[in-house]
């Protein structure tokens, strides 16, 4: 089964441990998608929607990422998150990028 995992160092210096895949796990806010939640976003267009917002290449078999604050915000204002996708992972989506924002760091997407 592919691992599909999203990530929010908590800090700058988690962020930099990630770059070098030195973080741990303690440095790190995750979640894990299934294969059926990862599914269903991509079907609905989320990730789509965020690689037209962002620029980001987010596609199964790539990792990408969502840093720029401005980037982080227009994401937190926009419907993505209102897309007919389960309220649960859009809710767990949607607390990432607000970590991220306030912690001064950024979405990782490792598919």
Partial sequence: MKIRLIEVPKD??????????EATDDQLIRIY???SEFIEL?????????NEMTDAMIDDFEDAEIVKKEELEMVLNS???NLPVSNDILHRLKHLFQEALERGT???FFF
Wanted: glycine residues 8%.
């Fill in 33 to 35: 998608l299934t294969s």
């Fill in 79 to 81: 419907e993505v998150f």
């Fill in 42 to 50: 991509c079907d609905n267009g989320f990730f789509d929607t965020l």
């Fill in 106 to 108: 950024g979405v990782y």
């Fill in 12 to 21: 700058k210096e988690a962020e930099h441990a990630l770059d070098y895949n």
